[in-house]
C-alpha cells in the first residue's frame, strides 16, 4: 500500500527555514516523483514545486525563489526547505507522487498524497 507521511511542520518563526520531509513506502520509490502543495483553509491548493525521477525539478511562482526541494533514494524520501518564512506561508503542506516524465508538466498526476503537516508561522 502505497503511503506518504509528511514531518518537520509546526510553529516556525518568520525569517526562519522550515524543512519538510516525505517518507514514502509501498511503491518503488526512485521510478517516482514527488510534488510539493500547501493549502490554506477555504483557499484552493497550491502547488510549489516538484522533483521527477531524473533529479530534475520546478518550481511555481508560488515558491517565490525561496523553495528547494530535494529526494534521497536510499531513504525513499524527499524534501521541502523553505527560506525566509512569512506569516502568509502559514498552510498545511502535503507531498503526493508525481509521474511527470518532464518537470515541467507536474501536477497533474498525483495519484497518491500523504495527510499533511501544518505549518504555522507566527513571533
Known amino acids: 500500500q502505497e503511503q506518504l507521511v509528511e514531518s518537520g511542520g509546526g510553529l516556525m518563526e518568520p525569517g526562519g527555514t522550515l524543512r519538510l520531509s516525505c517518507a514514502t513506502s509501498?511503491?518503488?520509490?526512485?521510478?517516482?516523483?514527488i510534488s510539493w502543495f500547501r493549502q490554506v483553509p477555504g483557499k484552493a491548493r497550491e502547488a510549489l514545486g516538484c522533483?521527477?525521477?531524473?533529479?530534475?525539478?520546478y518550481y511555481t511562482d508560488a515558491a517565490m525563489g525561496r523553495v528547494t526541494i530535494s529526494r534521497d533514494n536510499s531513504k525513499n524520501t524527499a524534501y521541502l526547505q523553505m527560506d525566509n518564512l512569512k506569516p502568509e506561508d502559514t498552510a498545511v503542506y502535503y507531498c503526493?507522487?508525481?509521474?511527470?516524465?518532464?518537470?515541467?508538466?507536474?501536477?497533474?498526476?498525483?495519484?497518491?498524497w500523504g495527510q499533511g503537516t501544518q505549518v504555522t508561522v507566527a513571533s
Open positions: 503526493a507522487t508525481e509521474r511527470a516524465i518532464n518537470a515541467r508538466y507536474c501536477f497533474v498526476t498525483n495519484d497518491f
Open positions: 509501498g511503491f518503488t520509490f526512485y521510478y517516482f516523483g
Open positions: 522533483i521527477i525521477a531524473d533529479g530534475n525539478t
